[in-house]
T-cell receptor, first 111, second 112 residues
């Protein structure tokens, strides 16, 4: 099993550009989540999904969109990038409400 | 609103010492608590998961305890090694919610 994979590993955007962060898992987990990690603020939940076709907002959803068309994939879309979205983004998955597994992260810089 | 606190923020010990990392949370209505390790520039690696009905979990040199009523968890590391140097994060999953609420971590340095 590859576990949770994320692409790209690094990305630099200009203000106003859009992009999609990819996340995939091969463990057949129902739950998938996106977090951002910022210095001094810990990890904060952006969006999550409890199954294909079902998504909901987390703590800091503004400026981000998600969709879940398959069990395996949970992409995160930045609609119009802003410098405040410079962060490290982590995708996670779990079965039911059990142990969460995290991907390696995407380091995003918005200029 | 659930808040998770980890003390100390940083800890430096010589190799071989036994050490304890602390995690406290404000709302005892949790489903489970999970300890993670994060190496610089890397993702989170799950260490231990404790369900709300459990008191402790062990994996190798690691032992995590949970006292839900007092809102506390500890991670005990026996015979520390330089390879244990990392940031340790605890996170609680609230009853009925999918999200994990994270502490800001304890940065551990084990010197040879």
């Amino acid at each position: 099993n590859a576990g949770v994979t994320q692409t790209p590993k690094f990305q630099v955007l200009k203000t106003g550009q859009s992009m999609t962060l990819q996340c995939a898992q091969d463990m057949n987990h129902e739950y998938m989540s996106w977090y951002r990690q910022d210095p001094g603020m810990g990890l904060r939940l952006i969006h999550y999904s409890v199954g294909a076709g079902i998504t909901d907002q987390g703590e800091v959803p503004n400026g981000y969109n998600v969709s879940r068309s398959t069990t395996e994939d949970f992409p995160l879309r930045l609609l119009s990038a802003a410098p405040s979205q410079t962060s490290v983004y982590f995708c996670a998955s779990s079965a039911t409400r059990n142990e969460q597994f995290f991907g390696p992260g995407t380091r995003l810089t918005v200029l | 609103k659930q808040e998770v606190t980890q003390i100390p923020a940083a800890l430096s010990v010589p190799e071989g010492e036994n050490l304890v990392l602390n995690c406290s949370f404000t709302d005892s209505a949790i489903y489970n608590l999970q300890w993670f390790r994060q190496d610089p520039g890397k993702g989170l690696t799950s260490l231990l998961l404790i369900q709300s009905s459990q008191r402790e979990q062990t994996s190798g040199r690691l032992n995590a305890s949970l006292d839900k009523s007092s809102g506390r968890s500890t991670l005990y590391i026996a015979a520390s090694q330089p390879g244990d140097s990392a940031t340790y994060l605890c996170a609680v999953r609230e009853t009925g919610f999918q999200k994990l609420v994270f502490g800001t971590g304890t940065r551990l340095l084990v010197s040879p």
